[in-house]
């Protein structure tokens, strides 16, 4: 085989593994997710992986996927629910509800 047929037989299959890359697929970045903290009475402080939120009850927070701890605390009879693992999935929205001082999901 001369040195230009053996050329083209190895540039033929580069070029279209060029063009068309089979093995690479497309990435996109995590759909977020939605965490809705509820409290009855409305008005409590909501606490998130131990930072303050300026959002009081009731509130959306929109997160990327993962687990957090969520605490809501209230004064005067308010509510006051200690801190709960929430995990929240690309896309997914989880409400959960400080009812006294236990959690209820919604």
Do not use: D, H
């Not at 040195?3 to 093995?23: G, H, N, Q, R």
């Not at 009475?41 to 929109?62: D, L, R, S, Y």
């Amino acid at each position: 085989m001369s040195a230009y047929k053996m050329s083209l037989v190895f540039e033929i299959p580069l070029c279209w593994a060029l063009l068309f890359p089979f093995t690479m697929t497309p990435q996109m970045p995590p759909q977020p997710g939605y965490l809705v903290i509820n409290s009855e009475p409305t008005g409590a402080t909501v606490t998130i992986n131990g930072k303050i939120t300026n959002q009081p009850t009731n509130a959306t927070f929109v997160v990327s996927p993962g687990t957090y701890t969520v605490s809501v605390a209230g004064r005067g009879g308010k509510p006051n629910c200690p801190g709960i693992a929430i995990t929240v999935s690309s896309g997914q929205t989880v409400t959960r509800v400080c009812t006294g001082t236990t959690w209820t999901p919604s």
